[in-house]
């Protein structure tokens, strides 16, 4: 016994050297964990790069294409600017006028006359006549009468045809010859065009004894000058215009009173007729037209 365990003593003693020399079991652990292959690692990063790029190259095509769509949209509007500019241009571009251009410019300027030029424009204090002996004479005006309507300012059969033709207004004053002898209301219908106004003279009652209704002026010579005191009546066109006469003698004799060959051989109608016709012309006459749309420089 004492030599068997004599034998086995040395055993257990290289045992327990072989178990001092042994490691602990954790450092055995670590030792034996799994560790990655560098061959993975490789294809790990290589993966990962490629999905940037790939998605790079995405935000690169999208940007390439938001560029593109948005140059297209730029683009469009330019030429729109550029040929709305070239149209306005053209437009503003002074050149010369038209007939019709012509054509409407005097027509627009001669029917605004009645109410842009003053009343003393219209009806001048003084206007010459030829008299008898074919000296020049001088009509004066005695008054300028407020502004009525057509059909109050005119006998009743030509007040139907005015209004049917759209008279707007009417404008009267009254003027004596040079001697004082005579007087003679003028009347301006004013119509709306000067189409109208042709249709509308056209329908005139051919009767010197109805036309435009005198003007007195109180306190003045012809503050007897009456329907009644009419010797004769008349009119002339001129533009949109139709111009009324209408003379008598300023002492109060009435038509009646007054031999035929009287009216005829007196100078007072030769005057009326004067004056009425200087007031039309001037009226109606055409005015100066630009050569262009922007003046006389095209």
């Not at 027509?107 to 842009?116: F, N, P, Y």
């Not at 007087?183 to 301006?188: D, H, P, S």
């Not at 005139?204 to 503050?223: H, K, Q, Y």
């Not at 009425?276 to 262009?292: T, Y």
Request: aromatic letters at 6%; hydrophobic letters at 40%.
């Amino acid at each position: 016994m004492p030599s068997g365990l004599g034998r086995a003593g040395p055993r257990r003693a290289g045992l327990r050297r072989e178990a001092k020399g042994a490691l602990p079991l954790g450092a055995s652990a670590r030792r034996a964990r799994a560790r990655p292959w560098t061959g993975s690692k490789g294809r790990a990063a290589a993966a990962q790069a490629a999905r940037e790029r790939a998605e790079l190259e995405r935000g690169i095509r999208f940007r390439a294409l938001y560029l593109t769509i948005m140059g297209i949209v730029l683009g469009v509007a330019a030429v729109n600017v550029l040929l709305g500019s070239v149209g306005l241009i053209q437009e503003n571009r002074s050149r010369p006028l038209t007939d019709a251009e012509r054509a409407r410019y005097v027509a627009e300027d001669v029917a605004r006359r009645w109410r842009a030029w003053p009343a003393g424009m219209v009806f001048p204090e003084e206007l010459p006549y030829i008299g008898l002996g074919h000296a020049q004479q001088y009509a004066r005006r005695v008054g300028i009468a407020p502004e009525a309507a057509c059909a109050a300012a005119v006998d009743s059969p030509v007040a139907s045809v005015l209004g049917k033709y759209g008279c707007q207004t009417m404008l009267r004053a009254t003027y004596v010859d040079q001697t004082s002898t005579f007087a003679v209301t003028v009347g301006v219908a004013v119509l709306p065009s000067e189409q109208a106004r042709t249709d509308a003279a056209g329908e005139l009652p051919v009767d010197d004894r109805v036309g435009v209704r005198p003007v007195a002026f109180p306190g003045t010579i012809t503050d007897t000058f009456g329907a009644a005191q009419r010797q004769r009546t008349g009119w002339v066109g001129a533009g949109p215009y139709i111009v009324f006469s209408a003379a008598g003698y300023t002492d109060g004799r009435t038509r009646a009173s007054v031999p035929l060959e009287e009216q005829v051989n007196s100078e007072m109608w030769p005057m009326a007729e004067t004056v009425a016709g200087r007031i039309a012309r001037a009226l109606g006459e055409p005015p100066d037209v630009p050569r262009c749309t922007q003046g006389n420089v095209c």
